[in-house]
T-cell receptor, first 116, second 114 residues
Framework: AQSVAQPEDQVNVAEGNPLTVKCTYS??????LFWYVQYPNRGLQFLLK??????LVKGSYGFEAVFNKSQTSFHLKKPSALVSDSALYFC??????????????FGKGTKLSVIP | GAGVSQTPSNKVTEKGKYVELRCDPI?????LYWYRQSLGQGPEFLIY????????DSGLPNDRFFAVRPEGSVSTLKIQRTERGDSAVYLC????????????FGPGTRLLVL
C-alpha cells in the first residue's frame, strides 16, 4: 500500500520569506510524486511532479520541490512567498508497482497562510 | 484548451435517492479517474478507466457506487440509495495515458445528501 504524510496542518509565513511545505511518502517500487494546490471552492491545480532524473524539480508560479530518496521526502519550496500563494497544498504519490492504475494517494493537505 | 468539466457543480438530494455525476475529460485523454474528497481530507481514489473499461475499481466503497465510460470519453458516476455519508466533493481527473502522466482535475461536484 502507498501512503503520504503531510506533518503540518498549517504553515504560516511572512510575505517575502522562503516557504517549505513538508511531505513524506511510502510506496513499493519507484515513486511518482506530485504537488497540487487547491483554492477555495476550486478543483486541484497541478504545480509540479517528479518522475525520474534531477532531484530538484521546478514547477509553476516559482515553486520547486526536492526529491530525497533516502529520506522518502518530497518537500515543496518557494524562495519568496506571496500573499496570493495562500491556499491548501496537497502532496500525492503513485508508483510503478501494483495493478498499474497509477492512482494517486494524497496527503491530508497543508494550509499555507502568507501574512502581509 | 478546454479542461476537465464536471456537471452538476452542486447536487442536493434526499437520503435513498439515486444520483448521477458527469465528467467530461480533456479531449484525447485515455485515462480517467474518479476521486472523492471529504471535508478536511485529501482526495481518495474511487475508480480508474483506461478507454472504455474500468481497469481498477478497488476504491469504490460498496456496490451502491458504479461508474461507466461507454465511448471512452465522458464518464458517469452513479450512486444508488444515497446515504448522508456519501456527502462529499466528487472529483474527476484525466491524463493522456497512465504511468506517471499528470492527472488534470475538474472543479468537482459537491454532493449533499439530506
Amino acid at each position: 500500500a502507498q501512503s503520504v504524510a503531510q506533518p503540518e496542518d498549517q504553515v504560516n509565513v511572512a510575505e517575502g520569506n522562503p516557504l517549505t511545505v513538508k511531505c513524506t511518502y511510502s510506496v513499493s517500487g519507484n515513486p511518482y510524486l506530485f504537488w497540487y494546490v487547491q483554492y477555495p471552492n476550486r478543483g486541484l491545480q497541478f504545480l509540479l511532479k517528479y518522475i525520474t532524473g534531477d532531484n530538484l524539480v521546478k514547477g509553476s508560479y516559482g515553486f520547486e520541490a526536492v526529491f530525497n530518496k533516502s529520506q522518502t521526502s518530497f518537500h515543496l519550496k518557494k524562495p519568496s512567498a506571496l500573499v496570493s500563494d495562500s491556499a491548501l497544498y496537497f502532496c500525492a504519490v503513485s508508483s510503478t508497482s501494483g495493478a498499474g492504475s497509477y492512482q494517486l494517494t494524497f496527503g491530508k493537505g497543508t494550509k499555507l497562510s502568507v501574512i502581509p | 484548451g478546454a479542461g476537465v468539466s464536471q456537471t452538476p457543480s452542486n447536487k442536493v438530494t434526499e437520503k435513498g435517492k439515486y444520483v448521477e455525476l458527469r465528467c467530461d475529460p480533456i479531449s484525447g485523454h485515455t485515462a480517467l479517474y474518479w476521486y472523492r474528497q471529504s471535508l478536511g481530507q485529501g482526495p481518495e481514489f474511487l475508480i480508474y478507466f483506461q478507454g472504455t473499461g474500468a481497469a481498477d475499481d478497488s476504491g469504490l466503497p460498496n456496490d451502491r457506487f458504479f461508474a461507466v465510460r461507454p465511448e471512452g470519453s465522458v464518464s458517469t458516476l452513479k450512486i444508488q440509495r444515497t446515504e448522508r455519508g456519501d456527502s462529499a466533493v466528487y472529483l474527476c481527473a484525466s491524463s493522456p495515458r497512465p504511468g506517471g502522466e499528470t492527472q488534470y482535475f475538474g472543479p468537482g461536484t459537491r454532493l449533499l445528501v439530506l
